[in-house]
């Protein structure tokens, strides 16, 4: 442990944003590094507890927090970069966008503010570029085995990477014209920009990994042919299936998936043409964001940054906590509301609202027509009431479902292969292995739609288990 008492001494000091008034014109990154100084007193600030809950209980990819924090208090950044990268693939990615779990299981965080572990994973994966300490690392042994893995969004690309440098000859099958999955599409440009992505991948591509895009598995390559060719296959295909709308008007022409709005102007930052079919341009325009997740609220700074003239965001559900509820006791992970975060942004929440009908004429909505509701308790459950009188409308040029994703596409692929899949609608696996055994499976397929932390650690265990059954 670096410096005793160093949580004594030293507050935590939050990482600094680029002013709103900035922000909000540019698609770049938002935060600003802390200085090595400032990172340093922050590494000293972990207790180097006896049990570490932030990696044993918090972190997904299970990072060797402590002692990464130590390595950065001492300035032996090679060797936490090192680490890092025996958990994480793409610490530079979970060091950006990852929600952290690993604070709110700190134990600092019980009555003082937790050890900025993500700030310090991020600038030591950033040192490790910027020094050429992360670099490809071919395997020397080639096993003769052929893996084929289906997807490459974090999961896919860690799965990829292990397998590679395992000696196996790896190719990995993208539907979408590049690579990345969520982390290119999704995410948008101001969390992630894409040339993070892309310095990575040249990582990944020097280590042998062949990348097929523009190839939809299960159309234009079959489950005769990946069984012909390859020795193992993993499915990381991500959960894609959109949880749908069921209310009279959803299906008109400016009623659009949050995925294909953001992917849209991902595609724009990045100077990709866009498959978009309507204007995705959210400028002067009434915007009306149904869902109160993670992923609404990554199109409320889109639709701020494209200048949409007044955004309003529903959701059905009560507004999560400002503070960690009782219920949800350290070390576990809190889903807290932030009360600047939307309101900085322009953007008017409502919770507990249930959208009852989009109106509108010529096949375009002009009114969102919805009702509040209240929640009460019914055994084990809450149970919705409508509140009657408490209708109202709101005007719409655009309405963006960010409804969440209920499982994986079972059409094609999944059901051609025949992949048993849990009561969920997800793949069922044991131990990464689907039914059919020569079928592996990881990532949100698996989980249903989850964290990149996540994602990236069930690829690396199914590399294993894929490893384990090609060489067996
Ligand atoms: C808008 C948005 C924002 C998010 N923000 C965050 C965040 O800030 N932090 C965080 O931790 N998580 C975030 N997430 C969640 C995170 O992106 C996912 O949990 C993660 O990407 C899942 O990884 P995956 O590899 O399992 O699947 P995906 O990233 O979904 O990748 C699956 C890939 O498989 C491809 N594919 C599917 N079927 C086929 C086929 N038949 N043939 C070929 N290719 C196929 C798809 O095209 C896709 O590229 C966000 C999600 C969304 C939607
Ligand atoms: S991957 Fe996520 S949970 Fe793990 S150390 Fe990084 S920020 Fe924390």
Known sequence: MGEAKGFLKHPRQEVGHRPLEERVHDYRECTLPLSADALRQQAARCMDCGVPFCHAAGCPVQNEIPDVNDLVYRGSWEEACRLLHATNNFPEITGRICPAPCESACTLSINDSPVLIQHIELQVAE??????????????DRTGASVAVIGSGPSGLAVAQQLARAGHAVVV????????????????????????????????????????????????????????????????????????????????????????????????CTGEPSEASVPIDAADKDVVILGGGATGFDCIGTARRQGAKRITQLEIQPRPPIERPASIPWPQWPRLHDELAASDLGCEQRWNVLTTELV????????????????????????????????????????????????????????????????????????????????????DAVSGASWVAGAIHAGRQAADAADRWVRS
């Open 360 to 443: 509108g004429e010529g096949n375009r909505v002009e009114q969102v027509h919805a009702r509040e509701v209240e929640w009460e308790p019914a055994g084990d459950r809450w149970q919705m009431r409508e509140i009657s009188g408490s209708d109202f409308t709101l005007a719409a040029d655009l309405v963006i479902l960010a409804l969440g994703f209920v499982h994986a596409v079972h059409d094609g692929l999944v059901h051609d292969l025949g992949v048993r899949l849990d009561e969920r609608g997800n793949i069922r696996t044991d131990e990464y292995q689907t039914s059919v055994p020569w079928v592996f499976a990881a990532g």
């Open 127 to 140: 040192r490790g570029f910027e020094r050429g300490w992360i670099h490809p690392l071919p395997a020397s």
């Open 173 to 268: 099958f993208e539907a979408d014209e590049r690579v990345g999955g969520l982390l290119r599409y999704g995410i948008p440009e101001f969390k992630l920009e894409k040339r993070i992505l892309d310095r990575r991948l040249y990582q990944l591509a020097a280590e042998g990994i062949r990348f097929e895009t523009g190839v939809e598995v299960g159309t234009d390559l079959s489950v005769r042919y990946l069984k012909r060719t390859f020795d193992a296959v993993c499915l990381a295909v991500g959960a894609r299936q959109p949880r749908c709308l069921s209310i009279p008007g959803a299906e008109q022409s400016n009623v659009l998936l949050a995925l294909d709005y953001l992917s849209a102007q991902n595609r724009l």
